[in-house]
C-alpha cells in the first residue's frame, strides 16, 4: 500500500509564492513519473505539472514560466514551486506518482494520489 501526502498549500496574495511538498510512503521499491493536477470549483481536474524519473518535465499551459515542478528521489518527494500567483491558480491540488512497491502478494504497480491541498490566492 502506498499513501501520497501533500503539504504546503493555504492562503497567498496575487504575485506571491507557495511551495508545496508530497511525500510518497510506503513498502516502495521505486517512482515513474510524479506529478500535480489541480480543480478549481466548477471546473474538471487539469494537469499542472509533471516530472518523469529522469527528471524531464511538464507544464500545463497557464504555469509555464511561473511554477517548477522537482523532486528528490532519496526522500520520495515530489515539489512544487509556485511564483507570481493568481487568483486563477485557487484550487485544490493532488499529487500523483506511479510507483512499484512490495505487498503480500508480491510486487505491484499503482497510479497513487493524495488527498488535496488547497490553494487559495486572493488579496
Known amino acids: 500500500q502506498v499513501q501520497l501526502v501533500e503539504s504546503g498549500g493555504g492562503l497567498a496574495q496575487p504575485g506571491g509564492s507557495l511551495r508545496l511538498s508530497c511525500k510518497a510512503s510506503g513498502n516502495i521499491f521505486s517512482i515513474g513519473t510524479m506529478g500535480w493536477h489541480r480543480q478549481a470549483p466548477g471546473k474538471q481536474r487539469e494537469l499542472v505539472a509533471v516530472i518523469t524519473s529522469g527528471e524531464s518535465t511538464n507544464y500545463g499551459d497557464s504555469v509555464k514560466g511561473r511554477f517548477t515542478i522537482s523532486r528528490d528521489n532519496a526522500k520520495n518527494t515530489v515539489y512544487l514551486q509556485m511564483n507570481s500567483l493568481k487568483p486563477e491558480d485557487t484550487a485544490v491540488y493532488y499529487c500523483?506518482?506511479?510507483?512499484?512497491?512490495?505487498?503480500?502478494?508480491?510486487?505491484?504497480?499503482?497510479?497513487?494520489w493524495g488527498q488535496g491541498t488547497l490553494v487559495t490566492v486572493s488579496s
Open positions: 500523483n506518482a506511479n510507483v512499484l512497491f512490495g505487498q503480500a502478494t508480491g510486487v505491484a504497480r499503482a497510479n497513487a
